[in-house]
C-alpha cells in the first residue's frame, strides 16, 4: 500500500496573549528527526485542524526487519496512512515513530525482529525470548522515550495529555512505557504478547509486573483470533485484583488466521475507533 504523506506547514501562531497556542487550518504531517542517543531516527507527525495545543499519542509499532518482511515472508505492517487520520480527526496530534532499523529509520540501527530472528536460530527459543525482553527494556524503550520526549516538545502539544499506543511487540512496549512514565495519561496495548505470551515465561512476568507496577490506566485490544486473547485475560485480571483503572476488549475474529487476528489494529478500524477514543477522551480529560 503506498503511503501518502503531506507536508505540514503551521498556519497561523495566535497572538492572543496566550503563548504556545496555535491554530491550523487543515489536517497536516511532516517527516521528523527524533534523536535517540547516536541514532536519528526518522518519524511523521500530524496536526490536527483547530486550535491547540492538542492532546498527542506516540504510536509504537510492531517488531520490524530491515527487509520488510520476516523469516516466513510475511511483511511488517505498516500503516501510519491508515491510523494517523483516525487520530487526528478525533483532535489528536499523533507521532508515528520508526524505531531503530525500521522503515524510514532503515540504517540508523538494527530492527528488533532481525535481532530476535537471528538469536533464535542460532541458539532457540529460550534465547529469542532473552533477547526479545532485553530489546524491549533497553534500546527499543530507548526509542519510546525519545519519542515521548521529541512529542512534548513540540510546540503544538499539550505535554501534559500524552498517551501511548502500541501494537504485538509494540503493544507489550506501550505497557512498559506506562510502567516507565506516570505522567503519560492512557495507554492503548493492541495484541500485546498475543503471539508470544504462550513461548515466553519471561516475557508474561514482566509484563504482570508492569501492570502491577503502573498507574497509567491501560485498554488491552485483542481480536478473538489473535494468536493467543490469554494475556489481555491475564493482564486485565491482575490489574482488576489491584485495582488498577483499566479495560479489556476482545472483538470478533477478522479475517482467517491468527495473524489476521494479530493484526485486528489496520484491518477494523472502524470497529475499535469509538471504544478507543471513548477511553482516551475520559482519561486525556476532553
Not at 504510536?59 to 527487509?67: D, E, P, R
Request: with cysteine; glycine share 10%.
Amino acid at each position: 500500500m503506498r503511503w501518502i504523506i503531506f507536508v505540514c506547514l503551521i498556519d497561523i501562531l495566535v497572538g492572543n496573549g496566550t503563548d504556545g497556542v496555535f491554530a491550523t487550518t487543515r489536517s497536516e504531517s511532516r517527516t521528523v528527526t527524533v534523536p535517540s542517543g547516536t541514532l536519528k531516527l526518522k518519524a511523521i507527525f500530524w496536526c490536527p485542524q483547530g486550535r491547540g495545543p492538542f492532546p498527542a499519542v506516540l504510536f509504537n509499532h510492531g517488531s520490524g526487519h530491515s527487509s520488510g518482511f520476516d523469516s516466513a515472508g510475511r511483511p511488517d505492517h505498516r500503516h501510519p496512512e491508515l491510523l494517523a487520520p483516525v487520530f487526528v480527526r478525533h483532535g489528536y496530534a499523533f507521532l508515528y515513530l520508526f524505531r531503530r532499523g525500521d522503515g524510514l529509520s532503515r540504517g540508523q540501527g538494527t530492527p528488533a525482529g532481525d535481532l530476535m530472528e537471528k538469536e533464535f536460530e542460532a541458539n532457540g527459543q529460550e534465547a529469542r525470548n532473552r533477547i526479545q525482553l532485553r530489546l524491549m527494556e533497553t534500546d527499543e524503550m530507548d526509542d519510546v522515550l525519545a519519542g515521548l520526549a521529541f512529542l512534548r516538545a513540540l510546540p503544538e502539544v499539550d505535554r501534559n495529555r500524552i498517551a501511548v499506543v502500541g501494537q504485538s511487540f509494540g503493544g507489550s512496549l506501550t505497557i512498559l512505557a506506562a510502567e516507565r512514565d506516570s505522567s503519560l495519561k492512557a495507554a492503548v496495548a493492541f495484541s500485546a504478547g498475543g503471539y508470544s505470551w504462550d513461548r515466553s515465561p519471561l516475557l508474561r512476568t514482566r509484563l504482570l509486573a508492569a501492570v502491577a507496577n503502573t498507574s497509567v490506566p491501560i485498554l488491552l485490544i485483542h481480536a478473538a483470533n489473535d494468536y493467543s486473547v490469554t494475556p489481555g485475560e491475564s493482564l486485565s485480571d491482575e490489574m482488576t485484583s489491584l485495582k488498577k483503572a483499566h479495560q479489556l476488549k476482545i472483538y470478533p475474529a477478522t479475517g482467517h488466521t491468527p495473524d489476521d487476528g494479530h493484526d485486528f489494529i489496520h484491518r477494523e478500524v472502524g470497529t475499535w475507533e469509538s471504544d478507543v477514543f471513548r477511553f482516551l477522551d475520559h482519561y486525556l480529560q476532553r
